[in-house]
């Protein structure tokens, strides 16, 4: 039997879900979504060339301070390379000095297109409503040795956090941590 390879289709700062191929063409439909794009849905060829928008299910969102993501790097206090989520606010100057909110559970960078809706929750922290509010939000990945949750958060967390800081945008005397469930540990 041929074995195909993999072929690159599309490749955008996007998050793609629900994808669904229609049963009598090669039409097919998906949502594409960002921290700033509303997971809108979209129809396409197979190809996904030419993707047209269907929706526009929350215009209202051009009428707020959304803010940015960022992908960031450092090393654990062990040297492994890690990575998280910076999240700024919409008008960031890097002059400026913005209070900070750090929320861990386990890894997270892996969602850096993920469109998070501004809703309270029970466990976690509304990223969007903290960085419309001119507040960054950390979010670092954590590598866990086996038996050594606590000690594995503190190596990732600490020196992520010294990190951003060392960037000289963080107020160092309001910082927040939050975790919840194994990242509440």
């Known amino acids: 039997s041929k074995t195909m390879q993999p072929e690159k289709l599309v490749m955008t700062p996007h998050g793609y879900t629900s994808l669904r191929k229609a049963k009598n063409s090669d039409r097919i439909t ?6 700033r794009e509303y997971n809108d849905l979209y129809t396409a060829d197979l190809s996904f060339a030419n993707a047209e ?5 929350n215009p209202q969102m051009k009428d707020y301070l959304w803010g940015n993501v960022e992908l960031v790097s450092w090393k654990s206090t062990d040297g492994i390379p890690l990575e998280g989520l910076l999240y700024k606010p919409e008008n960031f ?5 913005y209070p900070m909110m750090v929320y861990f559970y386990e ?3 892996d ?9 309270p929750s029970a466990s976690t922290i509304n990223i969007p409503y903290f960085v419309s509010n001119d507040y960054l939000v950390f979010v670092p990945d954590i590598v866990y040795t086996e038996g050594y949750p606590g000690e594995s958060a503190m190596d990732c967390i600490i020196p992520g956090v010294q990190s951003i800081v060392a960037q000289g945008f963080v107020d160092h005397k309001n910082m927040a941590l939050q975790g919840q469930s194994w990242g509440g540990y």
Do not use: C, E, M
């Open 93 to 97: 100057d890097p002059n400026k000095k």
């Open 111 to 119: 969602g850096i297109h993920n469109h998070r809706i501004p809703a």
């Open 53 to 57: 928008k269907l929706s526009d299910a």
């Open 107 to 109: 890894r997270s960078s």
């Open 30 to 35: 998906f949502r594409r979504g960002s921290f």
